[in-house]
């Protein structure tokens, strides 16, 4: 999926040599959530593929705030098909039930309107928007609150 330019643009570069690619994923993803946080493959049952990869992970915030947020990578060909939701829907309920979170955050590329779409169904809210060197992310909350509302 690194290597997708489409898949790329949406999360801030340019595509990844293929050699890139596969020695980050064997050496920085494989194996490494650690019991709940991290990236988690994603894989479709129904074929037993791997098709991309969703989770949670802490993060500082420009305050130095740690907070928790949602994260997913589907491959190209599986876009549109719910996937990134159901995986989503998922998480949060491990975010909310299990480990009793208060609010999860995720961030989307400026001009991403499906991906806004997901957020937006699965309850989140806008709350503010981060400008990087040369793009732009949306910033959206869930709160366990507005969660059960």
């Excluded at 500082?60 to 928790?68: G, I, P, Q």
């Excluded at 793009?135 to 609150?145: A, D, Q």
């Amino acid at each position: 999926m690194q290597t997708d330019p489409e898949l790329r643009r949406y999360v801030g570069g340019k595509p990844w040599p293929h050699e890139k690619a596969v020695h980050r994923f064997r050496n920085e993803y494989l194996g490494r959530p650690s019991k709940t946080y991290g990236l988690w493959a994603t894989i479709l049952k129904s074929e037993s593929k791997y098709i991309g990869y969703c989770g949670l992970h802490r993060t500082l915030n420009a305050k130095d705030e740690e907070s928790v947020r949602l994260g997913y990578y589907i491959a190209r060909p599986y876009w549109r098909r719910g996937f990134a939701t159901e995986a989503s829907r998922a998480f949060l309920d491990v975010a909310f039930s299990q480990l009793h979170l208060t609010e999860v955050f995720a961030d989307v590329e400026k001009g991403h309107d499906v991906s806004e779409h997901i957020l937006q169904k699965l309850g989140f809210t806008f709350v503010d928007q981060e400008e990087l060197p040369g793009r732009i992310l949306h910033i959206y909350r869930l709160t366990r609150v507005s969660l059960r509302s």
